[in-house]
Every structure is written in structure tokens, then in C-alpha cells.
């Protein structure tokens, strides 16, 4: 891929335009206050990293699809207790259950009818420091 950063007017506010790379991927969006989110993207072409402000958000994928693994965001500078991590898991293409651990701690989870259709789901979740909520549908 490129490096080169074609930015595209998308209207509206003349402080927002988006850039891509040579190979017509999202690279970077420039914010009207001067700050920008950044995409950077691995060798197979999916984006594996988000560049904010605030923080970073970092993808990986479980397989040659495009269904992600992990989702971990960290705040930046870097504070105790700041990173929020999602583990996928799924059966066949169907999304299971879904872990998070960090700052919020717990897990949902899916089950499915014979259409794919969500059929029950419930979360175990808890907010540190001393909260606990279970919640079942």
C-alpha cells in the first residue's frame, strides 16, 4: 500500500476531509480543532490499529476473514485502569459469547434459532470498583 494521504472534502464543516492512502484506504481524518484519528493497516489490508486523541484502539482477527479476535482500547498518556480489552469468540460465523475485561469486567452472550436469528442473550457485568449487575433476556 501507499503512504501517500489524498485528502477528500466529505461537505459540510470546511474543518473536516478525509484522507487515503494510494491504494483508495482510509487512512486519516483530520478534526476541525486541529487533532486527528489515524488508521494503520497490516499487511492484509484490515485495519489493525485506530489512532484518537484520547487513546488507541487496537484490532486483531482470528482467522483470513475479517471477523475480529480482540478489541483493546488504551487510554493515552496511559493511566492505571484505562484499558478496555473485547474477546470475540464465535460459532461458525455466529457471534457467541463476547468478554471485557478493564476498567468494566463481564460478558455477553448469544444463542441462536435455526435462522441465525438471536434467540436468548444475557451479560454478566461488572464496573470496578464495587458494582455487580447480572442481567438475562
Known amino acids: 500500500m501507499g503512504d501517500c494521504v489524498l485528502p477528500v472534502d466529505v461537505g459540510g464543516d470546511p474543518g473536516y476531509a478525509t484522507g487515503y492512502n494510494l491504494d483508495r484506504v482510509w487512512v486519516r481524518t483530520p478534526l476541525p480543532s486541529g487533532r486527528a484519528i489515524d488508521g494503520a493497516y497490516g499487511n492484509g489490508g484490515r485495519l489493525y490499529d485506530l489512532t484518537y486523541p484520547?487513546?488507541?484502539?487496537a484490532l486483531s482477527y482470528f482467522d483470513n476473514t475479517d471477523r475480529a479476535g480482540t478489541i483493546m482500547r488504551t487510554a493515552a498518556p496511559v493511566p492505571?485502569?484505562?484499558?478496555?480489552?473485547?474477546?470475540?469468540?464465535?460459532?461458525?460465523?455466529?457471534?457467541?459469547?463476547?468478554?471485557?475485561?478493564?476498567?468494566?469486567?463481564?460478558?455477553?452472550?448469544?444463542?441462536?434459532?435455526?435462522?441465525?436469528?438471536?434467540?436468548?442473550?444475557?451479560?454478566?457485568?461488572?464496573y470496578l470498583p464495587n458494582s455487580f449487575i447480572r442481567w438475562f433476556h
Not at 484520547?54 to 484502539?57: A, D, I, P, T
Open 54 to 57: 484520547e487513546g488507541v484502539v
Open 80 to 126: 492505571d485502569n484505562t484499558t478496555q480489552t473485547l474477546v470475540f469468540s464465535y460459532d461458525g460465523f455466529l457471534t457467541t459469547p463476547i468478554a471485557y475485561s478493564g476498567v468494566a469486567m463481564g460478558v455477553y452472550w448469544y444463542s441462536f434459532d435455526a435462522h441465525a436469528n438471536a434467540d436468548w442473550e444475557g451479560a454478566s457485568l461488572k
